[in-house]
Structure formats: C-alpha cells, structure tokens
C-alpha cells in the first residue's frame, strides 16, 4: 500500500476528531498506529492492514457517531480504491476493536487482535491515566466519590449507559485490559503500565485519606 494512504488516513481522521475533548483526539489514532506497527512487527501479520486499520480504528466510534455501518471508514477507503475483500477486513477489526465489558470480543484475525492491544494500550499506564479524567471531566463526572463502589462484571449494555467515576473506571475496565492482551508483545508492555497504575491508585487514595 502507498504510504500516502496512511497519511491521507490521518488526516481524515484528524478532521474527523477535530475539537473532541473526550479522549478521541488524533494523537490517539496516531499512538495507536506506532504501537500497532511495534506488536506488528514483533508479532507478524500484514502490516498494511494492521495500519490501516488502526488509523481507522474510531472514525465511526458509536459515541460519535452513532451506529453508521462505518460509514466514514468505507467512504474512506474508496476514495482510495482499496478492494471491497480488504475494506470489508478493515470494517471486521473495527467493529470488534472496543472494550464492551464482559461481552468484548476476541479478534478473529491476528490483524484484529494486534489493533485491539494497541487501542487497549493506550487506555493504560501514563496516558492512560490523563484520558480516564480528562473524559471523566468532559462528560462532568467527579473524579472519586468515597462509598461509591465500581460495579463488577458489566454487560455491554450496563458498560455503556454507566455515569461511574473516573476512579471507578480504574476497577471496572483499566485494571482488567492487562489480562485481556492478545498477543505476548502486547502482554509485556501492558504489566509495566499495570503496575504504574496501580501504584498510582494507591498514592491517590493515600493522599485522599491525608495519610501522604
Ligand atoms: P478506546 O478508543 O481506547 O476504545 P473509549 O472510546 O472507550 O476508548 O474511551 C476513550 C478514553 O476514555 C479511554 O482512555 C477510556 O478508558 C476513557 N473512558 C471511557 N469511559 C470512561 C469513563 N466512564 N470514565 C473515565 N474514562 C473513561
Ligand atoms: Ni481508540
């Protein structure tokens, strides 16, 4: 594929995102793309795809845009004349990318699984942190409210429709993606972003309870 596409892909993208303050600002897509082509390449796969897919990955993200057949992707990729057979392996990662609680499903392409890593990745460890309260802020959540337990187990349904606290959103989905990588690249990077937040959590609550 061109390296064109991949930028031009950007650019889409970028526009698309244009004055989002919900965490789905092109700097995502563009950390998605770098650690998507690093597992790619440690891992295997068609890494045209892999990228492809991966600045594509939210350009139809539901919370934008609704359930859109993944309109703004295939509008995309034909205006690029990718084959209808890779456009439609695209459109199969996308829509199995995201995180749905309990009901988040497992790729089933090697592609898939490595654009899955990468978005997870980015949900964890430093970054992850700042995205977690900067979209809690967006949407006017509190931070932490003492007493107010994270719900377990959530359905995609529960997922979705939840107003919990960006705290909560530590236990009810940050904590768990180290467990849910797919690949061992992936599972290596994410333990050291695990153990950052974690160590994170707990200065926090320290400092809650003035106990730092
Ligand atoms: P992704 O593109 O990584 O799948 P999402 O669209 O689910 O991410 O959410 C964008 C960012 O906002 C992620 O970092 C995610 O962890 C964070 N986020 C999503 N829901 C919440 C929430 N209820 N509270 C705090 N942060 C959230
Ligand atoms: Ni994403």
Redesign the pocket.
Known sequence: MDEGTFERAKEFARKLFEGDS???DIY?TIRVHDLARTICAQEGGDMDMVRLAALLH?VD?R?LFGDNGFMNARTFMDSESIPVEDQLFICDIISQ???KGKDSVVPGTLEGKIVQDA??M??IGAI?IA??FA??GSKG?AMYIPGDAPKEGMSEKEYFS?Q?T?VN?FHE??LLLKDMMNTETAKRMAQHRHDYMVGYLDEFMSEWEGRL
């Open positions: 919900s965490g789905h995502h939210d993200d919370k990318v995201s995180f978005d997870r980015d949900a992850g995205r977690a979209y809690g959540r939840n919990g960006s959103h989905k940050l």
